[in-house]
Every structure is written in C-alpha cells, then in structure tokens.
C-alpha cells in the first residue's frame, strides 16, 4: 500500500510559525523566561457569569446530542444581536452554531466552493484563510494591500485579481494582522466587485467587539446590495475570551443553509449543548465585561505603538481594532523570520514573523497586546535593547 497523504492535503502550505514555536517550547524547557507576545489568546478569564450558566447547563442535563445547527434559544439570540447590533436581518434557520470559528469558516467555503475555484484572500490575511482554501478544494489567490497606502482595499486591486474562476472574496475585518478597519469606500469597493464579477462574500468579523477611537465596526451583510451575498462567520473567542470554549457561527443566505447544514452534521454532530446555553448568557448579559476588556487593549495598544514608534528603524501604525499591532522594523536586512528568531534569541521574547500573513511583508512582526501592562513593559523594553544591539 502507497501510504501517501491526499494530493489536495500535499499542497497544503507549511506553517511559517512552526519553527519560531517549537523554539518556544524548547527555550521554556531549558528554563528560560520566554514572554510569548505570538499568540491570539486573551488574557482574561472568560466573565463568571458565562461559566456558572455551563455549570448549570450540565448539571440539569445539556450533555446529550442536539439539533446540528443549534439550540433554538442560542440561534434566536443570535439572530436577535445580529439585527440590532449589526442592522442585519438573518432568520434563525439561517444561523449555524459550529465549535469555533474555524469550523465555521471551513463549513462556509466548502458550502460554495467546487474544485478549482478560486477565492481571493485580502492580504495581511489571518494565517489559517489559505490552509482551509485548499482543504475544500478552492485555490486562494492574494490580493496584497500596500502598508504605505494604509493597507488601503482599492477596487483596482480586486479587479486585477479576478478570474473567470473566482468565486469569492474572503475578508476579515477588523483585521488580525494589522487591526484595520474598512471604510465605507472600501465597503464600496468590496460591493462593486462582488455585484459586478457575480461573486460570494465571506465576512470574518469575530474582532467586532475590539474597535478603539473613533472608528466603528460595520457588518459587511448590512451594505445594500450584499446582503443576500454575504456569509457571515463570527465566533465568541476573542471579544467574550471564550478561545478554550470552541464556540461559533456562520450566519448565510437561506439558499445555501442546506448543503452547510449537511456539511455540520457530519462535520460535528452539533457543538457541546451546554456550551451554547453559555453562548446565550455571553451575548445578554456579558456587555459590561466585553467593554471592559476592550477598553484595557485600547490602554495596552496606546502604550505598545507609543513606546515602538521612540525605536529608530521602527514603524508602528495604530491599529483601528483587534488586539495586535503590526510594526515595520527594519534592521540588517533581516526578513521576519530572521528577525523574528533574533529576538527570540537574544530578548526571550516571541513574536509572529509578518510573512506568515502574506508573502509582501517581510519586515513586519504582529505583536499581540493580549497581555498584562507589566509583561508588555518587559517585553518592550527586551526588544528595544535587542534591537539596539543591531544597530
């Protein structure tokens, strides 16, 4: 027997953090004080309130099978959140509940995606968009946007990216790495193209809940005109730090509920009962506690992009929303990966190389501020002396 992985699996891309992470691992082994600035975990404990209605939950019973799609009483709410919070308008049969948000967005591409077709994935691009392009069959084709225009999303570049195989765009917004959000002249860009070429919207808005200053999230099904082209794919891991909870949804037009709803049945069954009668209380009384760690990243963020931005060689915007920060650093010629090792090496401090989002930014590193004030000060002030070094 040829015991060779499936062809569409070979092609699968290489994680380009595994190395950095797996010296993470060997480096705390061997005893050393890594700070680990590399991860997209928040910090805080998930609200009490979210984790005592779990215990309940499996206490009076909720550790059986359920409906694929979801509880109906975590499905309504969403549906009720989606339309008054987002100006959206979705059915409850049209919610989804999967474990994550990852599930979700693999159930979204392979509910629409045949052999061959092409997705256009907006770079700086999350790490994982390419990986379950290829899982479903799809071909991700990038669209790099330029850190010098503000990682503006122009039409022109969408335009140029297009094929008569392009079935969709996905986008994630706000943005992990460069914590961007779009514009309503991007939200525009973004409509003319999919109404124009035909095409499927894939919205990755689980950072919703994460925009500093004056800027504001907009959900990308509330645009006219992409409504009932849009799916939209949100999780509770970020804004509710429910990451270990693995709890999700795609909310999507009505036409394409049953071959997803197929799709999550023999994907997973259905996510763990009592885990979405969590999901209920996060989304009805957990307001105070979102806004209370939204507003710590805002201090966290001020404090990185100053402190960053006093460095010579060091360009850092201000990201708009999520929880990182993107830095142009350019010293020695290094390239991410290079720089990203150097600082693991010489500061103990891990950080995620800017090619993992993209071929086009090799001198950037994302930065996460999931991390406490004192932990950032250290690890700011280890890079700034290695960084000085080089210099």
């Not at 770079?123 to 290829?134: H, Q």
């Not at 914590?179 to 860009?189: A, D, Y």
């Not at 506690?289 to 992009?305: A, F, G, L, P, T």
């Amino acid at each position: 027997m040829d015991l060779q992985s499936a062809t569409m699996l070979q092609a699968l891309p290489e994680s380009k953090t595994l190395s950095i992470l797996n010296k993470v691992t060997r480096l705390k082994q061997e005893g050393h004080d890594i700070i680990n600035l590399a991860g997209g975990d928040p910090d805080f404990n998930t609200p009490n309130m979210i984790i005592v209605e779990a215990e309940k939950a499996m206490k009076l019973g909720m550790t059986h099978y359920v409906n694929s799609n979801g509880i109906p009483e975590l499905r309504n709410e969403i549906a009720h959140k989606l339309k008054i919070e987002n100006g959206v308008n979705y059915d409850p049969s049209q919610i989804i509940v999967t474990a994550g948000g990852k599930p979700a967005l693999y159930v979204a591409l392979k509910s629409i995606i045949n052999p061959g077709d092409e997705v256009l994935v907006i770079n700086p691009a999350w790490v994982s968009f390419e990986p379950l392009i290829t899982m479903v069959g799809g071909h991700a084709v990038s669209v790099d946007l330029n850190p010098n225009d503000h990682f503006k999303l122009t039409k022109e570049l969408l335009d140029a990216a297009c094929t008569e195989r392009t079935k969709a765009i996905i986008v994630n917004n706000p943005n992990n790495p460069t914590g961007r959000v779009l514009s309503i002249e991007e939200f525009h860009n973004l409509r003319d193209v999919v109404i124009e070429k035909d095409l499927i919207l894939i919205a990755d808005e689980v950072y919703e809940k994460l925009v500093y200053g004056t800027h504001q999230f907009t959900s990308l099904a509330s645009i006219p005109g992409l409504e009932n082209r849009t799916i939209t794919v949100q999780s509770f891991s970020k804004g509710h730090a429910m990451t270990g909870w693995r709890l999700g949804y795609l909310a999507l037009p009505s036409e394409l509920v049953p071959a997803a709803s197929n799709i999550q049945g023999h994907l997973a069954t259905c996510t763990p009962a009592f885990i979405q009668k969590a999901g209920v209380v996060a989304l009805k009384e957990a307001k105070e506690e979102v806004e209370y760690m939204r507003s710590i990243y805002d201090k966290r963020i001020n404090q990185v992009v100053t402190y960053l931005n006093q460095i010579p060689n060091v360009n850092c915007p201000h990201p708009e929303g999520a929880f990182y920060v993107f830095p142009e650093i350019k010293f020695r010629n290094f390239d991410s990966i290079e720089l990203a090792n150097y600082l693991l090496d010489e500061a103990k401090v891990a950080v995620t190389p800017g090619i993992a989002f993209g071929s086009s930014y090799l001198h950037n590193i994302r930065i996460s501020c999931a991390m406490s004030e004192r932990e950032l000060e250290e690890a700011l002030r280890r890079i700034e002396k290695a960084l000085t070094k080089i210099v």
